[in-house]
């Protein structure tokens, strides 16, 4: 089972910030968190990750709470094209366990 | 383009037809995983390998299904005798072993068994 939880579906108003939560409130001290975009009928799109300090890319920003139990996935300025299925996962960062457990995901919309 | 890329993306085939998937995964990655994913749900991990070597497989894994990466670079996903379940979009990604692992995903193959 995927060990953490995301909203089924959120909107967000094209050119304002989409911020996906997601709780993992079971998070261990060598996991990651990893989010994945997916775009109708295309395959997961890698974003961002982290472990426990908040981190920026050119796609999001990526704000984990200081006891590690939830995080934030933040799109400073949404678009149509940002129009996914969005999936937060946690990973171990061990040898011998690298598969993902997917859950269900946030359909984010972004709206016109 | 130097993503993962999978071939065919699209396949029809009829109940209890044999059918095969290829996957090229990034170059210098050397891991390599088999996801399958049907409507409404997340991926599931079906199995990976490192270079040749397949290190894992799910239960999902039927004895049906195989795959293989017989020299460390591209995969092939099999599935015998297929039925009307096996009917969803098979993925396949790639990673490289040092890091912190992140996968890069290729577009699909999506599967219907008629």
């Known amino acids: 089972d995927a060990k953490t939880t995301q909203p089924p579906s959120m909107d967000c108003a094209e050119g304002r910030a989409a911020n996906l939560p997601c709780n993992h409130s079971?998070?261990?001290?060598?996991?990651?968190v990893y989010w994945y975009r997916q775009i109708h009928s295309q395959g997961p799109q890698y974003i961002i990750h982290?472990?426990?300090n908040n981190e920026t890319n050119e796609m999001a920003s990526l704000i984990i709470t200081e006891d590690r139990k939830s995080s934030t996935l933040i799109l400073p300025h949404a678009t149509l094209r940002d129009t996914a299925v969005y999936y937060c996962?946690?990973?171990?960062?061990?040898?011998?366990?690298?598969?993902?457990?997917f859950g269900t995901g946030t359909r984010l919309k972004v709206l016109a | 383009d130097t993503g993962v890329s999978q071939n065919p993306r699209h396949k029809i085939t009829k109940r209890g037809q044999n059918v095969t998937f290829r996957c090229d995964p990034i170059?210098?990655?050397?891991?390599l995983y088999w996801y399958r994913q049907t409507l409404g749900q997340g991926p599931e991990f079906l199995t990976y390998?490192?270079?040749?070597?397949?290190?894992?497989k799910s239960r999902l894994l039927s004895d049906r299904f195989s795959a293989e990466r017989p020299k460390g670079s591209f995969s092939t996903l099999e599935i015998q005798r297929t039925e009307q379940g096996d009917s969803a979009m098979y993925l396949c990604?790639?990673?490289?072993?040092?890091?912190?692992?992140?996968?890069?995903f290729g577009p699909g193959t999506r599967l219907t068994v008629t």
């Open positions: 990604a790639s990673s490289l072993s040092s890091g912190t692992y992140e996968q890069y």
């Open positions: 079971t998070i261990s001290g060598n996991e990651y």
């Open positions: 982290g472990l426990k």
């Open positions: 996962i946690v990973r171990p960062f061990a040898a011998g366990t690298y598969k993902y457990i």
């Open positions: 170059s210098e990655h050397n891991r």
């Open positions: 390998f490192q270079n040749e070597a397949q290190l894992e």
